[in-house]
């Protein structure tokens, strides 16, 4: 089960960066994303250790108020937003189509909610692989207390060059992952290349929609504090994801921004005008709460200096992506199944 406290938040701040470097480190995240062209072309170029500060500096965050499974989903009225969560992964799973005892691969794993998930839905071992330290060390824990070690792994290494053979697994996903790649084309040809001939890649990518309109300063600012808040080097439309898939190698089964057809906006549990108990941290009162507590522990040196502004910055993000939601000009789930061709495809019948 994920840390829930708020000491467990507080102590958690900055992950694997040392305590009294977590407001440096704050300061150097932020300056990846200052207002120009320079600073996006740097972001991209260290894409890397900005992804890395990002995760050190977010994650107990992210636990403290989502859970252990840090994706929206499509969510049906009178749905919880946990059982959503759970749904939208096994959808996934069932669209891989991969069968017991199989090979599976979660691209950016996180600290590991899906991939636990996805495994005991299928029986399948999936192998997770993260760049983060913290966050992979914060995963096999929960593996171990979850009972799942045997079937439920992590690698740590960039997905941009995987430490894999080629033609590895029998199954390739991602769940709002990809996003950080700094070259979505070579993340894309790089796991066609682990992946098995005749198998399937499926993926949920956070995309600008067609809604968007980079002459409109309000889009564009958006756009810019969702890449702040959520350690992204440059959010892509769905016709590039879909453009480089087929570029890297791939048929594409099918494609769609699954938020479309959700009864309940994506969005909803952000949005500061609805209140939930189920999930009362991340609304307005829990969001009032944790800035009060985090000041509060930040200033008693319970939490580390920076405290406050990962949380502002968090906060920031939160009511961009709403922002962008009610807009209709980004979505966490333009979804794909797309399959590497067989070697026998061509071959006459």
Partial sequence: MSKSGTLDLATGVGGKIEKKQVLSAVEKYEKYHACDREA???????????????????TSF??????????????????????SIKRHEHFLALQLG??????VLDVGCGIGGPLREISRFSGTYVTGINNNEYQVTRGKELNRIA????????????????????????GIFAIEATCHAPNVFDCYKEIFRVLKPGQYFANYEWCITDFFDPNNSNHRKIK??????????????????????????????WDK???????????LPLDKSHFSLSNVRVTALGRFFTRNMVKFLERVGLAPEGSQKV?????????????GGKEGI???????????????????T
Avoid at 98 to 103: A, D, I, L
């Fill in 40 to 58: 996006e072309e740097e972001r991209k170029a260290n894409y890397i250790d900005m992804v890395n500060k990002y995760y050190d500096l977010a």
């Fill in 62 to 83: 992210y636990e403290y108020g989502w859970g252990e499974s840090f994706h929206f989903a499509p969510r049906w009225k009178g749905e919880s937003l946990r059982e």
């Fill in 311 to 323: 949380q502002a910055i968090l906060e920031q993000a939160a009511d961009a992506l709403v922002e």
């Fill in 330 to 348: 980004f979505t966490p789930m333009y979804f794909f199944l797309a399959r590497k061709p067989s070697v026998t495809d061509d071959l006459p």
């Fill in 257 to 267: 921004d699954i938020a479309i057809d959700s009864p309940l906006p994506w969005y």
């Fill in 98 to 103: 991969v069968k017991q005892g199989q090979k």
């Fill in 147 to 170: 009972g799942v070690d045997y079937t439920c792994s992590y690698v740590k290494a960039d997905f941009m060059c995987m430490p894999f053979a080629d033609n590895s697994f029998d």
């Fill in 224 to 253: 810019r504090e969702v890449e702040l808040g959520n350690g992204l080097p440059d959010i892509r439309s769905m016709g590039q994801c879909f453009e480089a898939l087929k570029h890297a190698g791939f048929e594409i089964i």
